[in-house]
């Protein structure tokens, strides 16, 4: 029996309504910490401290103080593409959610997240999905529905993993692992928004409680 998580119930509806491989589509793979969001960055190089902004987006770009990079993370191997071309990766040491070192080249990375980001972002501004949600999809298969929570510091929590989400311009996006859900959201108040996708309606009404 299918679980009544984000990811099994939207692999449920895209089995039925598509001819995409859904289950490899929508298996996202288990996360504990997201790199997703606005970072700073020091590192101390010849006595010297350097370092700024970074921010890793869940498409993966990596947005840096001169320009625009790529980056990937696999098995504990964070590999930053910088706009020059240059490539350098090696293993990351998390201490918590907000605070990892990169090492590599003999050198150490020391990320701390933007904590003043977070504290703005916990400051739930109206048409937030910030917050916890029941989830009811509706499509010609029929109707599911679950709990769904999105952190202030772009997690998407499912009953069974946390995936990165962003909220932009009237889009939400779900990075599922391999692949994506994504639409517009349309909002009814504060309490209550539907995506629509691939004639499926997604509609998140807030829990009023978070053990509701």
Same mark, same amino acid.
């Given at each position: 029996? $299918?679980?009544?998580?984000?990811?099994?119930?939207?692999? +449920?509806?895209?089995?039925?309504?598509?001819? +995409?491989?859904?289950?490899?589509?929508?298996? =996202?793979? =288990?996360?504990?910490?997201? $790199?997703?969001?606005?970072?700073?960055?020091?590192?101390?190089?010849?006595?010297?401290? %350097?370092?700024?902004?970074?921010?890793?987006?869940?498409?993966?770009?990596?947005? +840096?103080?001169?320009?625009? *990079?790529?980056?990937?993370?696999?098995?504990?191997? +964070?590999?930053?593409?910088?706009?020059?071309?240059?490539?350098? @990766? @090696?293993?990351?040491?998390?201490?918590?959610?907000?605070f990892f070192t990169h090492s590599f080249a003999g050198l150490t990375c020391v990320y701390e997240r933007d904590t003043m980001q977070l504290?703005?972002?916990?400051?739930?501004?109206?048409?937030?999905?910030?917050?916890?949600?029941?989830?009811?999809?509706?499509?010609?298969?029929?109707?599911?529905? @679950?709990?769904?929570?999105?952190?202030?510091? *772009?997690?998407?929590?499912?009953?069974?993993?946390?995936?990165?989400y962003m909220q932009a311009n009237g889009y939400l996006t779900i990075d599922l692992g391999n692949s994506k859900l994504s639409g517009p %959201?349309?909002?009814?108040? =504060?309490?209550?928004?539907?995506?629509?996708?691939?004639?499926?309606?997604?509609?998140?009404?807030?829990?009023?409680?978070a053990g509701k």
């Amino acid at each position: 029996m $299918l679980k009544n998580t984000l990811a099994s119930m939207v692999a +449920l509806l895209f089995l039925a309504n598509s001819a +995409l491989q859904a289950q490899d589509f929508l298996k =996202p793979a =288990p996360q504990g910490n997201s $790199l997703v969001g606005k970072w700073k960055m020091t590192m101390t190089y010849e006595g010297k401290t %350097i370092g700024g902004p970074v921010t890793f987006e869940p498409n993966g770009n990596c947005v +840096l103080q001169n320009g625009q *990079g790529k980056y990937t993370e696999f098995n504990g191997i +964070l590999t930053i593409t910088y706009p020059t071309g240059q490539s350098l @990766g @090696g293993p990351m040491m998390w201490k918590g959610q907000d605070f990892f070192t990169h090492s590599f080249a003999g050198l150490t990375c020391v990320y701390e997240r933007d904590t003043m980001q977070l504290k703005a972002q916990a400051q739930v501004q109206p048409n937030s999905v910030v917050g916890n949600w029941r989830l009811t999809i509706t499509s010609p298969a029929g109707t599911k529905n @679950g709990p769904v929570g999105f952190t202030a510091n *772009g997690i998407c929590q499912l009953s069974d993993s946390n995936v990165p989400y962003m909220q932009a311009n009237g889009y939400l996006t779900i990075d599922l692992g391999n692949s994506k859900l994504s639409g517009p %959201i349309v909002w009814n108040g =504060p309490e209550r928004f539907t995506l629509t996708m691939n004639n499926t309606t997604f509609a998140f009404d807030r829990e009023q409680f978070a053990g509701k």
